[in-house]
């Protein structure tokens, strides 16, 4: 059943036309309006993909035509979405993406009233009116707002950034012909920084170091700073330091970790390095990895920020989601400041290997994998809050089923290199031999 195929746990996604179109989003719009109880209001936005423009359009006309108002700030990035959300306080908030995937894809990500991701739980309950097919009239008013000035306000504020905090720098920007070119590039420039804006339309973007070399190539070029690059809806941030060099997940968040436990609690995710804990401390919160949990964690536990290494970076002050865009100024700042480099070298230096092995059903797989670590000798089980993650010997090795397929993820890290390759050949044996 589609339906069933394109309801994942964090979002409703898939390929389009085959799987999401225009009357898939209309009749999405109109289960929508029913589960809101067909009165209020939605804030709807959208990213660049060539498909996103019509599949808001017909989410609108569903949620119009099922008695809801309509708040249209697109085109945004996702925290200009949930910014708006916590600022206007509607019922609901929808972003039409596909984030980081290939441009085929397409998806909406449903926001609550309180700017966090919509549960599953509760976008379950808009499955089954979508399933039912029935839906309910009435008549929605469209609105269109431009939130982009005030949302980098609010922002400059915040971070007490002004026209001269980035002065005399030069910086690559490469959004990925994502939504972030209508926001870092502009606030980099209103923070006093001359940008070299990279126009390359990125078929794949996910900002990867195999998937950025277009990036390198600039900041050496131009004799950039620094270059820093954001997914498709812009709620992931990376970069490459002045020489060219990527900077990992792994270090960004140390980074950003220690710069805001200064001014309070701190989430991060079970998949981070080790290096954080030596680096920042061991009073760290620790979530299950996805965005969706971890700031639902720093919520609860009243933190300022949260991240994890797959580039999303949250400050809480600011709006309960990734902001590839406020990021990326406060990384440009470090840099501008001398203290980036400095930090990269006082990182501990862990080799961090990773692989996923797709299986048939990835939590009967993951059953048998805790059960085989069970049985080896010298292991010491850190935690279980979200797959397993233990010590044995030297390295350090998370196992977990992904969130979105049928697929087990490993990463395995180590201060020795060999050491950490020979427990990754190990790890991926099992796997494949228990998913088989």
Excluded at 4 to 16: I, L, M, S, T, W
Excluded at 232 to 244: P, Q
Aim: charged share 25%.
């Amino acid at each position: 059943m589609v339906l069933d195929k394109v309801f994942r746990q964090y979002d409703v996604r898939g390929e389009y036309p085959s799987e999401i179109n225009e009357n898939f989003a209309e009749k999405l719009g109109r289960a929508t309006a029913d589960y809101i109880g067909n009165s209020g209001s939605v804030v709807v936005g959208c990213d660049l993909r060539p498909s996103s423009s019509r599949l808001k359009d017909a989410l609108i006309l569903g949620l119009n035509n099922g008695g809801v108002n309509t708040l249209d700030v697109s085109p945004c990035t996702t925290d200009m979405l949930t910014y708006t959300t916590i600022t206007y306080k509607p019922d609901l908030a929808i972003m039409v993406t596909a984030s980081h995937l290939p441009l085929k894809y397409n998806g909406f990500k449903y926001v609550s009233s309180q700017g966090v991701y919509l549960s599953e739980g509760e976008r379950s309950k808009i499955k089954g009116i979508l399933a039912s097919g029935a839906f309910k009239k009435g008549v929605g008013s469209r609105e269109q707002l431009d939130i982009l000035e005030r949302y980098l306000k609010t922002m400059k504020r915040l971070m007490s950034w002004s026209s001269s905090t980035l002065s005399g720098t030069k910086i690559a920007a490469y959004p990925m012909c994502g939504t972030a070119k209508l926001t870092v590039p502009r606030l980099l420039e209103e923070l006093g920084a001359k940008v070299h804006l990279l126009s390359n339309v990125a078929e794949d973007p996910e900002p990867r170091e195999d998937n950025t070399a277009v990036l390198r190539e600039a900041v050496l070029a131009e004799g950039a700073l620094i270059g820093v690059v954001n997914d498709g809806d812009g709620d992931r941030l990376a970069a490459r330091n002045h020489d060219g060099s990527y900077i990992t997940g792994d270090q960004l968040l140390c980074i950003f970790s220690k710069i805001y436990t200064k001014l309070g609690k701190v989430v991060v995710t079970i998949d981070s390095s080790s290096a954080i804990f030596e680096y920042v401390g061991r009073d760290l919160i620790v979530s299950k990895v996805g965005e969706a949990n971890y700031v639902v964690d720093a919520v609860k536990n009243g933190a300022v920020f949260g991240g994890e290494p797959s580039g999303h970076f949250v400050d809480l002050r600011f709006t309960p989601s990734g902001s590839g865009t406020l990021f990326a100024a406060l990384l440009a700042e470090l840099a501008k400041q001398g203290d980036l480099s400095k930090m990269l070298t006082e990182i501990p230096r862990f080799y961090t290997y990773r692989v996923k092995v797709e299986c048939r059903d990835r939590l009967e797989t993951m059953a048998m994998v805790e059960k085989e670590i069970e049985k080896v000798a010298g292991v010491e089980i850190l935690s279980k809050i979200d797959g397993v993650k233990y010590r044995v010997k030297g390295a350090t090795v998370l196992i977990r089923p992904s969130n979105t397929e049928q697929v087990v993820r490993a990463t395995v890290e180590s201060k020795s290199d060999d050491e950490a390759k020979y427990m990754l050949a190990e790890v991926k044996r099992m796997l494949e031999r228990l998913s088989s």
